[in-house]
């Protein structure tokens, strides 16, 4: 029936349950789980999920897993398991490790063996693509489908649910009009939303870039503290502002806004992040803590756009040959790697450091 949900809104509904504080069903046929976002769980909905009869356990990544030194029989996950004295304070530092270093978790932690984990790491995944900390907190129901209806729960069926976040959603252009900035009177600003209702990216088209040579471009990842506010704690801003104006003096070119902030983990981990680093942790190390890779952004989303704007060569404005290798891997071809190194200081260097040391960018 036309009016049903499909897999994709069914997506977006269990995103915002997350969000709220709402359990979200995982399962098919007599497999299944019940899961709980840590950091949006309230004390009565945490004690409700506890009081079903099926064993409680917490699913964190791996990265987090080592933090907390926990084993992760599941390779890239563990499932620990929840004690019966623990409260809604112990889920909170489980995922959270803002309190690592001045309380740390009493353990040892118990994580799972047996049984299967893949239902967990859907949950995971899901966690991600809310943008809230991969920490969730599941129990198994035998009858998924059923408990969903009587719980008026979002049901999601693990294998369309895992086709969903691993697939690229087509990015569609949705408004554009012209945008006289400050490097140059020629702009014009166009907006791309996926087709799943997810975060909108935005492309800054500078002149009339020529479709059949390579335009000079910059995937620019949104930070809202070094673009906006002008941090000095990354070198974001300045590259921003950098490449626009070279493109303003070129005369043409394309600068992609993609809200990828924090590297695709949020402006609130990111904070955490930050954070982190306050307490002596870099910027791969804080990530990590957190429970997140070094980098969770999916290239495909430039290389979409850039296709649809009638771009397929490119010199790009980039210090990471990540983005190079990404961008060739998605049928863009780079004619040229143009560097973009600006806006050092003394509050980013060891930022600017840690970068090129850990994750190969070039200086
Ligand atoms: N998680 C996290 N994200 C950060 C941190 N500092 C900056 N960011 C984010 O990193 C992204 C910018 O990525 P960079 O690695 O600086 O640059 P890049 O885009 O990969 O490479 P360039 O093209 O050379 O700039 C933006 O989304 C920022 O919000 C941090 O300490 N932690
Ligand atoms: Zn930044």
Same mark, same amino acid.
């Given at each position: 029936?036309?009016?049903?949900?499909?897999?994709?809104?069914?997506?977006?509904?269990?995103?915002?349950?997350?969000?709220?504080?709402?359990?979200?069903?995982?399962?098919?046929?007599?497999?299944?789980?019940?899961?709980?976002?840590?950091?949006?769980?309230?004390?009565?909905?945490?004690?409700?999920?506890?009081?079903?009869?099926?064993?409680?356990?917490?699913?964190?990544?791996?990265?987090?897993?080592?933090?907390?030194?926990?084993?992760?029989?599941?390779?890239?996950?563990?499932?620990?398991?929840?004690?019966?004295?623990?409260?809604?304070?112990?889920?909170?530092?489980?995922?959270?490790? &803002?309190?690592?270093?001045?309380?740390?978790?009493?353990?040892?932690?118990?994580?799972?063996?047996?049984?299967?984990?893949?239902?967990?790491?859907?949950?995971?995944?899901?966690?991600?693509?809310? +943008?809230?900390?991969?920490?969730?907190?599941?129990?198994?129901?035998?009858?998924?489908?059923?408990?969903?209806?009587?719980?008026?729960?979002?049901?999601?069926?693990?294998? $369309?649910?895992?086709?969903?976040?691993? #697939?690229? +959603?087509?990015?569609?252009?949705?408004?554009?009009?012209?945008?006289?900035?400050?490097? =140059?009177?020629?702009?014009?600003?166009?907006?791309?939303?996926?087709?799943?209702?997810?975060?909108? +990216?935005?492309?800054?088209?500078?002149?009339?870039?020529?479709?059949?040579?390579?335009?000079?471009?910059?995937?620019? =990842?949104?930070?809202?503290?070094?673009?906006?506010?002008?941090?000095?704690?990354?070198?974001?801003?300045?590259?921003?502002?950098?490449?626009?104006?070279?493109?303003?003096?070129?005369?043409?070119?394309?600068?992609?806004?993609?809200?990828?902030?924090?590297?695709?983990?949020?402006? $609130?981990?990111?904070?955490? &992040?930050? =954070?982190? #680093?306050? #307490?002596?942790?870099? $910027?791969?190390?804080?990530?990590?803590?957190?429970?997140?890779?070094?980098?969770?952004?999916?290239?495909?989303?430039?290389?979409?756009?850039?296709?649809?704007?009638?771009?397929?060569?490119?010199?790009?404005?980039?210090?990471?040959?990540?983005?190079? $290798?990404?961008?060739?891997?998605?049928?863009?071809?780079?004619?040229?790697?143009?560097?973009?190194?600006?806006?050092?200081?003394? +509050?980013?260097?060891?930022?600017?450091?840690?970068?090129?040391?850990?994750?190969?960018?070039?200086?």
């Amino acid at each position: 029936m036309i009016l049903l949900p499909t897999p994709a809104e069914l997506m977006a509904r269990a995103r915002s349950d997350l969000r709220v504080g709402l359990p979200v069903v995982l399962g098919d046929g007599a497999e299944g789980v019940l899961v709980l976002a840590a950091e949006t769980a309230r004390a009565d909905r945490l004690a409700a999920l506890r009081a079903l009869p099926g064993p409680v356990t917490v699913a964190i990544t791996e990265r987090r897993a080592e933090t907390l030194k926990a084993r992760a029989y599941d390779g890239d996950l563990a499932r620990v398991v929840m004690p019966p004295d623990a409260d809604a304070g112990w889920l909170r530092d489980l995922a959270d490790p &803002a309190r690592d270093l001045i309380a740390p978790m009493k353990g040892p932690l118990l994580t799972a063996r047996d049984g299967s984990a893949g239902l967990h790491r859907l949950a995971l995944l899901l966690a991600k693509s809310a +943008h809230l900390l991969p920490a969730m907190v599941c129990t198994p129901l035998p009858d998924p489908a059923q408990f969903a209806s009587d719980h008026l729960l979002t049901l999601l069926r693990p294998e $369309t649910a895992a086709e969903d976040l691993a #697939q690229h +959603h087509p990015l569609l252009p949705v408004a554009a009009a012209r945008l006289p900035i400050e490097a =140059s009177e020629a702009g014009r600003l166009h907006i791309f939303r996926p087709d799943n209702g997810g975060i909108e +990216h935005y492309a800054i088209e500078i002149g009339q870039p020529d479709r059949d040579a390579p335009v000079l471009a910059r995937l620019h =990842s949104a930070c809202f503290t070094g673009d906006v506010l002008g941090s000095l704690k990354c070198d974001c801003g300045p590259q921003l502002r950098t490449a626009l104006a070279d493109m303003g003096r070129a005369g043409a070119g394309v600068l992609l806004y993609l809200n990828q902030e924090g590297r695709g983990i949020g402006l $609130t981990n990111k904070m955490r &992040a930050y =954070s982190l #680093q306050d #307490q002596g942790f870099d $910027t791969v190390e804080a990530n990590h803590r957190l429970g997140f890779e070094d980098d969770e952004r999916d290239f495909r989303i430039g290389a979409d756009i850039l296709r649809r704007m009638g771009f397929g060569a490119v010199r790009l404005m980039t210090n990471n040959p990540r983005k190079v $290798t990404m961008m060739e891997g998605e049928g863009i071809t780079v004619t040229e790697r143009v560097p973009l190194v600006t806006g050092t200081n003394r +509050h980013n260097a060891h930022y600017l450091e840690t970068k090129a040391r850990k994750s190969g960018h070039l200086l």
